[in-house]
């Protein structure tokens, strides 16, 4: 891996760190919050494919089990896998993955393509597998538990058309493509 490639995925995992500084949005009735962090886990699948946007959801994972406050509201450490939102925490590593992978095998990229693959992988997978391990988390049924997850569907869908619109304008950018090698 070049130089240039590891500077990338430590900026993207710094990005998404920063997107920590944005105050989590609390939910009545739930331990998970709203925030601003998915934004970044799509971006990153969506700009660098699957192998770079991976390894920088793991070096921002990382930094969160460590105890950086890189999660939204300042938060860190390893207990929080381990807690409510700790299939969030992890899912984000399978949705790099995944959205990485659906993108870098699109010969051309389309707002809605890219927005489908972040609906279905970014804000479905995701919630599932959140909502899986929440209800484990709080002993809570599991369609009790999905029940609950519906209200962070819309900001999310928000998000990942966001996350597909700043990726298409992004790679048709010359300088960008030139640095992200695509």
């Given amino acids: 891996m070049k130089l240039k490639d590891l500077v990338i995925i430590a900026m993207f995992a710094a990005l998404i760190s920063a997107m920590g500084i944005i105050p989590p949005i609390p939910v009545p009735g739930l331990p998970v919050p709203i925030v601003l962090q998915n934004l970044g886990i799509m971006l990153a699948g969506c700009l660098l494919g699957r192998k770079k946007g991976t390894i920088a959801v793991l070096?921002?994972?990382?930094?969160?089990?460590?105890?950086?406050?890189?999660?939204?509201?300042?938060?860190?450490?390893?207990?929080?896998?381990?807690?409510?939102?700790?299939?969030?925490?992890?899912?984000?590593?399978?949705?790099?993955?995944?959205?990485?992978?659906?993108?870098?095998?699109?010969?051309?990229?389309?707002?809605?393509?890219?927005?489908?693959?972040?609906?279905?992988?970014?804000?479905?997978?995701?919630?599932?597998?959140?909502?899986?391990?929440?209800?484990?988390?709080?002993?809570?049924d599991l369609i009790k538990a999905y029940m609950s997850v519906l209200v962070f569907l819309p900001g999310d869908f928000i998000k990942a058309l966001l996350a597909a619109i700043l990726a298409v304008s992004l790679r048709k950018n010359p300088q960008v493509k030139r640095s992200l090698n695509i």
Avoid: E
């Fill in 59 to 140: 070096i921002f994972l990382l930094l969160a089990a460590v105890g950086a406050p890189v999660l939204s509201g300042g938060r860190g450490g390893f207990a929080l896998f381990f807690g409510p939102t700790g299939g969030y925490l992890l899912s984000y590593i399978v949705v790099a993955y995944l959205i990485g992978l659906f993108t870098d095998k699109m010969k051309q990229l389309s707002v809605w393509k890219v927005f489908i693959i972040n609906a279905l992988v970014g804000v479905i997978l995701c919630n599932l597998i959140g909502g899986a391990f929440m209800s484990q988390n709080l002993h809570m």
